[in-house]
């Protein structure tokens, strides 16, 4: 990770108590849950700062509701976690109309109505994910790939695209797409890969769009003795999956997307922001690719996620 | 007007239950239909009334053929009908009920003012002002709720009315002004229908009597020209020598004693006693408080003040299953609301009282349970004989006997019956009062509550009378009259 | 008078032009609700700073729309002993066709034309039941699983309108009252009269009561059933244009769930799922009520979990201080 | 027999001693099912090659656990005339439980701590519903919400039992067939012996048909509802635990909708949400055809979104084949 802002920028609105809203489109997955506590972590860094922290439970009216909620307690800025979300213009509008700052965590609206963003790339993640598969693959193999959901959600979309992309260069991969979504979540990754495993004869990888979904898959993949046959790789960097490539697994490797960083980054970013600096507007954050090798340098047992 | 039916065949789901009806209604006349338990007659009706489509034959209107499609057709012409089974939607109140599909609007909009106007004179009409038409449904005891439908049947000046079974929950001066109403229609030229197993108020009202046995016609008679067992004869086919059994009172000592039970609002200060061996009447006008008295002695509603005495000693049932342990069972007077479960069959709702009592380790015994059942069915002749056929298919008079049959299993010691033979035939009533009989042969005391005078004269050794929630009078049933007794349950000194 | 206490709610109704008066006085179920958010309100004013805001209040009716659409609907369906598990997925479909027409059509067409999507889907469901006499749980379980398929089937990514007047609909106040609180207070008025003062109000409640007296009564059962379950779905659709507007991006996955919260709305409001019982008056109160409680648990900077937790507790409470109310009547 | 062709499945049950063969013969709901099935099967079979293999079999079993032990649950608690929404929620709770407590706790001894947990939800919806006389809909509704909300407060963040040996109730075969799917049936097994052949059963039945007419007849109305709703939670509680240990890691965001598809499962294979009505046997025939749709849905590479069209559209079909039974009866 990086925190491209600087914290020490923050120092400077010491001044004043603010007051920072965090809109949460879900606090369901662990994902959100920490970057939600990283930001609360790293707001407490700073002595002059509270935090005020909304749920939108899933509901994109609700997040607009919220985002007027925070709007209504004055709140000096608003930090948003969009989850799947693609844009939310209405509760851009309204912090528009309010002159408040606005932060997007991980998720990048579409429109370009915000102040500053962070992120993962995900197009990038899907391309390391890619790169490892196709190279330990040595171009040929049947790679199954399990998305989490619906395509209005271009996270898991840009993810595949990446991996697609690079994969697709090597004529002797062939690419089985499970049919049914696998909800980003462990429990639907065994179920989608429980078919797959029936469907297909042999498999030689497997491509989730999150590490949640590849630990369930890992699970279906042993139960049903194919263990030897096949790896795994997926994206974000959950502690369980670092645990998996750690022990020598067939978890092979993970796209790190790192909560904690994010978090901390946007928290960071937009102290400096109310500090009166001018950011760059967006901010990718690195994405480098975790396996065995690696591991190491990544695992943080404390950590939520 | 004439209608004629013709070879009306109906069948439920194979099972043909009428073969080939032949009747005449005329305007201005009364036609009486009488028939044992299941012969068919509320099925007819509910051809008549297009609420079920026929299978075969026709109607003919004044020598015309009739299709119904639906209940709407029917209400067109003018036939209105009043089901055995109570109708009402309870959580309406009576106005909407009465006028249901046919509220009166103002500029599209119901107007309220007028619906309750119109439904206040109807009450009056047919002699029940004191119905408010703006309580519910739900809330009014049984007797009221049928007046209710009577009212409905009127809402629209009907060419025809077809009652099945008005009579079954009325008593006294409810009946007589049922009575009053039909012969004003039929004086106004209305022709009437009029299903009872009352044969007395049959002889009385009807100017002419069909009687059905097995979905078949068998013979249409003239009152003047017959006699009640004639028709029993001929709808039982057999003949009935005795209806009531001879009984000599012999109490025993006292089983039951009821002492000053109140409840509020209901009943007040009501005390008797129940001796084993001992068949007591309880006679009262509708709504004079002998049901509320009966479900609080059994537990199922909670007294305000007063004791219930079993063997001398005081008891108290918090629940109907404290009462049932203890022996004392209740058959209960609306069957459909508090007496059977009709979704499930014949064995369940025969064995709800007393499955418990078969179970070994939590387990029914099943076998045990069959052999039970078809020894109620067999004794109360319940019809079809077949205990897996779901209550509801049964006709009103056999879900009667299942819920005799539940509370005979129980083999209690007290044996309270609320309006036990309403909707049973002739044939089954005298099966029941000879069961009743032998059972307080075996020491069983029995307590009759109901609303037809003559049975409760008939069956019993000494009568209770209520009034407006009291204990007004008891007299030996056989030193007294219909009149007296009657007389006390309107409060006039005999 | 002391007879139908507990039923003033239908009984009211039908007072007499003597007892016009009695139309105004809520029953117990209305009041008890009313005297709670009262409550809640009078408590919260105090307390928390930001809740009797301007901008807090607006915020609060605009929640409720939703909420208070799909409520409308499904309690003329509960009315007839029936359930509209649908709801959200009209809502998704219906939101997405209005954000994607806008683009080639005008918009009030493109908002009629998505509404008439709305209807047409409930009507679907009301045939199903009315006409082939299906349980409404899996009818509508079935429908709403194929009518969010057919929502992805009609786009798979979000879409954001091209005409920004698309946005006023959800976005714009009359004073501090919003457009669509306005639009769903209206219609609720609507309700209300067609439930009280129209004979085919009576008869969905007849329906759900016992609806064999109310066929043997020569009133058209299937026709009525499938009355309610169009209604419903107009309300949806309504709903789901509002909040595409609202939200200014129309997603197909919007929605899931929402049904859950209106079917809560009208039994908070004492409506009854057996049919036969429930009132207008009451789902407002319990749309009011649920809005009120997700307002406040997040102005009172409730953490999110614990905000689970107080909002069944809360719910609990609520429906435990209308006792007496029995579960199968 | 042709008079009891819409309620063979009660009546079943039912019959005496002399008809004892009656017993075994399934009533036209679960037949019409089982053929659906068998057809479905047949097809798939000849048409797929995967479909017909062990380990898709092993796959279908493992897959129609969870749905089969709600819907059992559920069963009980829909022939009372109630719902229970809160069993996704249950799952959650006690699957993370179980998965937490076995660190700390001998394996066994853990497994019980959940299920017991589970019990205890089941009892407060229960005694919520018999005591205070509240709509099983919200009283549910409610626990649902605060059942997650605790599942929450207990962890944030998924768990992975520490135990291995955690992992063999949820893989383990014996044979082609999962210990899961054993217990499953097993548990099928014993529903069908308590609805059948125990008072107890008669009276969940009874309760749903005729609260008032089975009260006067002795039967304990709140003693049997809390058994209802608090086998729903033990069956829930075993649900949880069985995931968590199938998917080798337990979180907390589990078990969302699950209550739909136990519900659908029920209502397809017959019961009646007014209650009195349903079986054992229709009921694991709904699990079995839900269970298939999916299976086979995914092994034909039906995309996801017309994968929920197709099973909106088969679940409608599925019940449209056993017209007759009317909505409120
Ligand atoms: N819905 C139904 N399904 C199946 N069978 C039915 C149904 N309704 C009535 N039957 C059967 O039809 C026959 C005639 O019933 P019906 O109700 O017409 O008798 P009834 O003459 O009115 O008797 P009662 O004097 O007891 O009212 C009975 O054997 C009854 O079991
Ligand atoms: N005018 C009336 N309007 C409405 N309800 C009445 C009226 N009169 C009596 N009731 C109701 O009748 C009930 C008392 O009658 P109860 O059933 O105990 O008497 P009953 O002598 O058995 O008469 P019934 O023949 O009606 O059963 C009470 O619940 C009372 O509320
Ligand atoms: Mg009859
Ligand atoms: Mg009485």
């Not at chain 1, 925190?3 to 997955?29: F, P």
């Not at chain 2, 044992?36 to 015309?64: C, F, Q, R």
């Not at chain 2, 009575?179 to 229609?185: H, K, M, Q, T, V």
Request: overall charge negative; proline content about 4%.
């Amino acid at each position: 990770g990086s925190d491209a802002s600087g914290a020490d920028n923050g120092g400077g609105a010491a001044k004043k108590t603010l007051t920072i809203g965090i809109a949460n489109y879900s606090l369901q997955a662990p994902y959100f849950i920490a970057m939600a506590k990283a930001i609360e972590t790293e707001a407490k860094t700073y002595s002059n700062v509270k935090v005020i922290s909304t749920d939108a439970q899933g509901d994109a009216a609700k997040l607009t509701t919220n985002v007027n909620d925070l709007l209504t307690q004055k709140v000096d800025g608003i930090i948003i976690s969009g989850g799947p979300l693609n844009a939310a213009p209405a509760a851009m509008n309204a912090i528009e109309q309010k002159n408040v700052p606005s932060i997007l965590v991980d998720r990048k609206f579409a429109g370009g109505q915000y102040t500053s963003w962070i992120g993962p790339n995900n197009t990038q993640i899907g391309q390391g994910d890619g790169q490892y598969i196709a190279d330990r693959l040595k171009g040929n193999g049947t790679l199954a790939v399990i998305t989490g959901g619906p395509a209005d959600n271009t996270i898991g979309l840009d993810r595949t695209n990446g991996l697609l992309g690079v994969v697709k260069q090597s004529p002797g991969i062939t690419v089985v797409t499970a049919p049914d979504f696998g909800g980003w979540s462990s429990d639907g990754g065994l179920k989608v890969m429980e078919n797959l495993l029936a469907k297909n004869q042999h498999i030689d990888a497997v491509f989730c769009e999150n590490d949640a979904m590849c630990l369930g898959a890992q699970k279906a993949i042993s139960d049903a003795g194919r263990t030897d046959e096949m790896f795994l790789v997926a994206a974000d960097g959950q502690k369980e999956a670092l645990a998996a490539i750690e022990s020598g697994s067939n978890y092979a490797a993970t796209a790190v997307n790192n909560a904690d960083t994010i978090g901390r980054a946007g928290l960071d970013r937009m102290m400096a922001v109310l500090a009166g600096a001018e950011p760059s507007k967006d901010t990718p954050l690195e994405a480098p690719v975790v396996t065995k090798d690696n591991v190491d340098r990544y695992s943080n047992p404390d950590s939520i996620f | 007007m004439k209608l004629e039916l013709r070879g009306v065949r109906k069948g439920y789901g194979g099972v043909e239950v009428l073969h080939g009806v032949d009747l005449t209604a005329e305007g201005g006349r009364v036609l009486a239909i009488a028939g044992a338990n299941g012969a068919g007659k509320s099925t007819l009706i509910k051809v008549l009334a297009g609420a079920v489509p026929l299978d075969g034959g026709e109607i003919l209107l004044d020598g015309e053929a009739l299709t119904l499609r639906g209940p709407e057709d029917a209400q067109g012409l003018g036939f209105r009908t009043v089901y055995q089974e109570l109708s009402l939607v309870p959580q309406m109140t009576v106005t909407e009920n009465v006028l249901l599909g046919a509220l009166p609007t103002k500029r599209g909009l119901v107007d309220w003012s007028a619906a309750h106007a119109r439904v206040r004179a109807l009450l009056e009409e047919i002699g029940f002002a004191d119905i408010d038409p703006r309580v519910r449904a739900g809330k009014l005891s049984v007797a009221r709720q049928q007046m209710v439908e009577i009212a409905k049947a009127l809402a629209v000046e009907p060419r025809m009315l077809v009652l099945d079974e008005p009579s079954a929950v009325l008593a006294g001066t409810d009946l007589d002004r049922l009575f009053d109403l039909i012969r004003r229609l039929r004086e106004r030229g209305v022709a009437i229908l009029y299903v009872s197993h009352r044969l007395a108020e049959v002889m009385e009202i009807s100017d002419s009597i069909t009687v059905i046995k097995d979905g078949r016609v068998v013979d249409t008679l003239t009152p003047a020209r017959t006699s009640e067992d004639e028709i029993i004869a001929l709808m039982a086919g057999r003949r009935l020598e005795q209806i009531y059994p001879d009984r000599v009172p012999e109490p025993g000592k006292p089983l039951l004693s009821v002492r000053g039970l109140s409840r509020d609002g209901v009943f007040d200060d009501v005390s008797f006693d129940l001796a084993a061996g001992e068949i007591v009447g309880m006679f009262g006008l509708v709504g004079s408080g002998r049901s509320e008295v009966a479900r609080c002695v059994f537990g199922a509603d909670r007294p305000t003040s007063g004791t219930v005495e079993l063997d001398g000693a005081v008891t108290r049932f918090r629940t109907p299953g404290d009462a049932i342990g203890a022996g004392v069972a209740l058959v209960t007077e609306d069957r459909k609301h508090s007496g059977l479960v009709l979704g499930m069959d014949v064995t369940d709702n025969t064995t709800f009282a007393t499955m418990t009592r078969i179970s070994r380790a939590g387990l029914l015994d099943i076998r045990r349970r069959a052999a039970n059942v078809q020894d109620m069915i067999e004794r109360l002749g319940i019809h079809p004989p077949r205990p897996e056929i779901p209550v509801r298919h049964l006709s009103g008079g056999n879900q009667q006997k299942v819920v005799l049959a539940k509370w005979l299993l129980t083999r209690p010691r007290v044996l309270i019956l609320d309006e036990p033979t309403r909707g049973v035939d002739m044939a089954t009533r005298v099966d029941i009062y000879r069961m009743i009989d032998e059972l307080t042969r075996e020491g069983v005391a029995i307590l009759l509550i109901s609303s037809d005078l003559t049975e409760v004269l008939g069956a019993t050794d000494r009568v209770l009378v209520m009034r407006g929630g009291r204990l007004v009078a008891e007299v030996g049933s056989a030193d007294t009259t219909e009149d007296e007794v009657l007389a006390h349950s309107v409060g006039v000194a005999a | 008078m002391v007879l139908d206490t507990d039923s003033g709610e239908v009984a009211g109704a039908a007072a007499p032009a003597s007892a016009r008066w009695r139309v105004a006085v809520p029953s117990p179920t209305v009041l008890v609700l009313i005297g709670a958010a009262v409550a809640i309100v009078v408590v919260a004013g105090v307390t928390n700073d930001s809740f009797l805001t301007e901008g807090n209040m607006t915020n609060l009716l605009r929640q409720m729309v939703s909420t208070g659409l799909l409520a409308l609907g499904m309690l003329l369906v509960i009315l007839t002993g029936g359930i509209d598990l649908s709801v959200g997925s009209v809502v998704a479909l219906t939101g997405i066709m209005s954000a994607g027409l806008v683009s080639g059509l005008p918009l009030p067409l493109a908002i009629l034309v998505a509404i008439v999507v709305g209807v047409l889907c409930g009507t679907v469901n009301g045939v199903m039941v009315a006409r082939f006499s299906l349980a409404p749980f899996v009818v509508t379980l079935a429908s709403m699983t194929t009518f969010r398929g057919l929502t992805y089937v009609y786009s798979k990514t979000p879409i954001t309108p091209t005409t920004p007047d698309f946005l006023t609909l959800g976005s714009q106040d009359v004073g501090i009252i919003p457009i669509a609180a306005i639009i769903t207070l209206a219609m609720f008025a609507l309700g209300w009269v067609l439930i009280n003062r129209t004979s085919a109000g009576r008869a969905l409640l007849g329906i759900g009561g016992n609806r064999e007296a109310v066929r043997l009564a020569g009133v058209k059962v299937r026709r009525h059933l499938v009355l309610a379950y169009a209604l419903s779905g107009l309300c949806a659709g309504v709903a789901g244009v509002i909040l595409a507007s609202r939200v200014g991006i129309a997603q197909p996955s919007v929605g899931q769930g929402f049904e859950l919260d209106a079917i809560a709305a009208c039994v908070i409001g004492g409506a009854s799922l057996s049919g036969g019982r429930g009132t207008i008056g009451g789902t407002l109160a319990g749309v009011v009520l649920l809005g009120l409680i997700d307002n406040l648990l997040s102005l009172y900077d409730v953490q999110s979990y614990w905000q689970q937790v107080l909002k069944g507790l809360i719910i609990a409470v609520a429906i435990l201080m209308r006792r007496g109310e029995r579960q199968n009547t």
